[in-house]
């Protein structure tokens, strides 16, 4: 029966908390409620609910969410990231074997799906639609660290795991810290040398927490656990790439002021005829790179990291290399998006620049052994007869000869350039689009201009230069025409194997011009008639760059043309442009009859209808009440009687009408009129005079002032109400100033990016320069040779921009602090190697310590843990500005032993100035020979009575602290003079003069120009030496001085002469002070004269000595009795005190037990 019991009683059912059923029924029951209450938040339908329970642990809630939100918070930053901007620079950086270039390679193979053997320069490699990246692999040299660690963006430091972080490592982390810090990811390599696991995890918690150390807390490790098939795991890869697709960047102040590039791309650009007579001839170089930073200008210098300052030859914007995705026009169907620019690795296709033409045969691919196909031994071909050409690609193009028929005369490519320059002169002033339009009307001419120059003009299928191609661009018929040549060039190329297909194609290619001639002439007609003037060319003439250089080369031929200049403003027509008008009105009345246009539809602006449509659109039309130039003129001169009319005006901003206040009473009609519904009475009026305001009646101060009071407490008081923000009843936090100043950086960047938006892309370039973003091209003349000759991919060169007063020499004053971990300390006059702002160079330093009087008082040596200050002559850079200083930047394996961390001394600009106050201590050191009192003459300090009469009224002293002064120079001995103490001195004392004299900071300053060594030297560079190293170098010893030698220091014991008072004085003294007559000897005076005793004497003497011993005996037998006797006394005494205490503890308890038991009794 208790097992039927228990059986039928059954669990209850609990209602599941979670799961898709209970979501469900949980969305049910918030519908429900908020049908109930839609308008209640839970918080309002149930306050007891959200209530406060402890005011305390409120404030702790509220103080921790406040905390955490001002961590989060930064400064905000106008945001000028362009809208195409640079690729992003990652630098690899590591010691040599940690796997920098396999890294690099997995990285392009995972974003690009291409191998490149040969790692070399910068990399710019497309990651997504809206970024690219330029990788870089940076070597094992400082002059290479300092100079990534100054352009670099993200910086991936790799380290051996199995080996540990190295001090390469340190050291460029400690250049980061003081060229500003770019974003830092850690990634170890050689995991799997690591065999056991728990040693493995060990070993990542130690090098993740160092690491974190180093960079701040949190930083990003990655772990690349081994190699397979000599590549990293593509997750890994994979994992990484997505972290460095996804990353933000904050702007750095020495970046966000100088524009800089890195250079990807150097070519030598000298007459070969000039070099072959003169191999060290200066060099014509051009570079080319990525803007990054500010926009750049030709005005700039710029100084080339170890090469030197260089002023700018040539500048200009080539079409972008390697674009974003969609950004770039496709030429034709054949050309695919771009994903990889390597031009130093040997990756890339043919590159046209307005020099030359470079061809890069298949990237990595070349490298291989390929069999020789009919396609690879064409290609082969191709490029041996452009290697064996003797001429240049302009005299070949001059050469050049085109025949239409096959008996026709030929046209010379020179001929023909002339006619279009020609063609180009007559037209200047008309529109471009017309000149491109009647190019193609003229039938057959046409055509073959624009074969011709699709087939000799390399510049303009490419787009880098070239100013045909711009105009090209316009129209459709030019690009049609780059069609055209692109697919007939495809034609050429390809192989096939039926050779009636490839000559049908040919054919068809060769006739497409013929198709669809009425509509393309139709279009074109319709264009011409539609177009609109340019109004900027109409009214500021040329303002295009090429356009100016075309015109100025030009310019003999419009003189000509020009028959007369008008007050120097208006030029007459020439006959050219008169005779051009009307050949083009009458090919228009020709053309209009084949097409349907609509000519009607274009208004007649000299009837009076039309002309009153627009006139109110010039000054002389009628305006606006509050934009007319009359009813402004009337309202200024008005006396301060009538000030009181105010006109209506409407708020341009908010689009409000406002009536104006009544004149009189007579003109009431015309306040019902001007009043409107959404106008407010006298709101909004312009600032009243003192008159004015001085004949206000009260009700209008009165009015005037809650206004005022109710503007000011709806800006302060309730700044969150009325603004959509609902009341949940939560503590929130006064973040208003922060999203103000977020705003304002937003708005800033907003119209910094708007301002220019609109203009054309040349004349933006000359007003704000070359932005960041553009692909530019840097000619520079008169660079050293050894620059080209010895020039090696895989050490960065990096170009910055100097401002204007950073061009400048000078003293630079900076705070500086050694190293704490470099071994030496630093002296002055030593040479050292600085690296500050985009310059490496070397300097003689003076330390100094600014004193609490301010001044610089000269040190020898750098204290340790504390700044100083230090001055040398050197490059103006502006304050604030980090820099490092280093003793040597040679890779001697030795003397890095030696030293361990190379980075000496860290600091920054605080002071600059043309001259330095920099004082040094000076003792002048002299001894008396004449003494006079408190008057002593002084020799040995000074040369000459000229030296003495500059010192006069110096402060003097001696050794024993008697203070005096310099009076007037001594005739004899030379040099010699009179001073003045507040004592007695004496002829053995010593005087010294206490000096301040200014050190002179020696002007010295030397680039490091690493870039013009030979490869196996780069770094090796030697700069000026030390005096320790050149005396090491030749074995030489410094010459002992006996002054600088540590000595054993004896010194004699001064004697004084006894004190000797004159009599007079004595007589004078009390008795006490009087000097007492005593022996010349008192101690001689305390020796007895020995006596000698007869026999009874002695027998005597003998005898009280027995005497007195025997007393002496007793005296003690008695004493030891005494203490013998006491001491049993007060023995018995203590057993007495001890049996009497017994006795009376006895009878207090009887005494006790009686009384309990009284008051038991009377209790009961």
Known sequence: MADDAGQDKRKQHRARQSGVKADKKKEKAKKDSNQKEPELTARQRNPKAFAINSAQRAERNFRRKEDLTAKK?????????????????????????????????????????????????????????????????CNNDVNSMIDVAKCADLV??????????????????????????????????????????????????????????EVYDGAKLFYLSGLLHGEYLRNEVKNLGRFISVMKFRPLQWRGAHSYLLVDRVEDVTNTD????????????????????????????????????????????????CPLPGTEKKRSLLEKERLLYAPMSGVGGIVYDKDAVYIELQGSHSHKEQEQSAEAAEQAELVSKLIDKKATIDEQMEQQEFRLFSDAQPIKSKDFRNDIEEEEAEDESSDDDDDDEE??????????????????????????????????????????????????????????????????????????????????????????????????????????????SRQEAEGGEDAGDSDEELGGLFRVAAKKQSQQQKDRDIQDKDERCFFEYQGDATRDWLSEENKALIKNCFVTGKWKASEDAENLLKMDDMSDADSEVYGDFEDLETGEQHSGKPKAEGEGESEEEGAKPGGTAGATKRKMTR???????????MAKKLKLKAKFDAEYDNSGEGKGEDDNGRITGDHSFYEDLKAEAQRQSELNKSEFAHLDNEFRIQIEGYRPGLY??????????????????????????????????????????????????????????????????????????????????????????????????????????????????????????????????????????????????LKLVGHPFKIYKKTAFIKDMFNSSLEVAKFEGAKIKTVSGIRGQIKKSHHTPEGSYRATFEDKILLSDIVFCRTWFRVEVPRFYAPITSLLLPPDQKSQWQGMKTLGQLKRERAMQNAAQPDSMYTEIVRKEKIFRPLTIPKALQRALPYKDKPKLRAENPKAALERVAVINSPYEQKVAKMMKMITTNFRDKRHRERLETKKRIKNYREKKSEKMASKERRQKELRKKVSRAISKMRGKQSA
Request: glycine share 6%; with cysteine; charged share 30%.
């Open 776 to 921: 530019v091209r840097l000619g520079f003349k008169q660079l050293p040779a050894e620059f080209v000759e010895n020039f090696d991919a895989s050490y960065p060169v990096l170009v910055g921009a100097l401002n204007m007063t950073e061009e400048n020499v000078g003293y630079v004053n900076c705070k500086v602090k050694k190293h704490r971990w470099y071994k030496k300390i630093l002296k002055t006059g030593d040479p050292l190697i600085v690296s500050m702002g985009w310059r490496r160079f070397q300097t003689v330093a003076i330390f100094a310590k600014v004193e609490d009087n301010f001044r610089q008082r000269y040190l020898k040596y750098t204290p340790n843990h504390v700044t100083c200050s230090m001055t040398f002559w050197g490059p103006i850079t502006p304050q604030n500005t980090g820099f490092l200083a280093l003793q040597t930047v040679r890779q001697d394996q030795e003397e890095m032993q030696r030293l361990g961390f190379r980075i000496a001394a860290t600091g920054c600009v605080t002071e600059l100035d043309k001259s330095s106050q920099i004082m040094k201590k």
């Open 73 to 137: 918070q930064h400064i905000p930053v106008v945001d000028q990231t362009p809208d195409e901007p640079p690729p992003v620079l990652i630098a690899v950086v590591g010691p040599p074997k940690v796997g920098k270039t396999t890294l690099i390679k997995n990285l392009i193979k995972s974003f690009t799906r291409t191998n490149v053997t040969d790692i070399k320069g910068p990399i710019t490699i497309v990651t997504s639609k809206k970024r690219r990246i330029t990788l870089l692999e």
């Open 691 to 701: 008159v004015e305001e001085e004949n206000l009646t009260k009700a209008e101060l």
């Open 439 to 548: 190019g193609e009307d003229s039938g057959l001419e046409a055509a073959g201009s624009e074969e011709e120059q699709d087939e000799f003009d390399a510049d303009d299928w490419r787009g880098e230069n070239s100013e045909a191609e711009e105009d090209a661009e316009d129209s459709d018929a030019a690009s049609s025409g780059d069609e055209e040549y692109q697919s007939l060039g495809g034609v050429k190329t390809s192989k096939e194997s039926d050779s009636e297909d490839e000559e049908a194609r040919v054919m068809a290619s060769n006739m497409s011009w013929k198709t669809n001639l009425a509509q393309k002439a139709r279009d074109a007609f319709l264009q011409r008639h539609s177009e609109s003037k340019n109004l900027m060319r109409l009214v500021y003439g040329v303002y295009n760059q090429n356009e100016r």
């Open 274 to 321: 000039r070099v072959r007579r003169d191999p060290k001839c200066d060099r014509e170089v051009v570079l080319y790179g990525y803007v990054r930073g500010v926009a750049l200008k030709q005005e700039h210098m710029v100084h080339i990291a170890g090469l030197g300052d260089a002023r700018i030859d040539e500048l200009s914007a080539i079409p972008d290399p």
């Open 156 to 213: 991936l430091l790799l380290c051996d795991a199995s080996y540990g972080f190295e001090m390469e490592i340190f050291e460029f982390l400690n250049i980061c810290q003081v060229h500003g810090m770019p974003k830092i990811m850690g990634v170890l390599t050689h995991l799997d040398m690591i065999k056991n696991p728990k040693q493995l995890r060990k070993r990542k918690k130690e090098l993740k927490h160092r690491f974190w150390t």
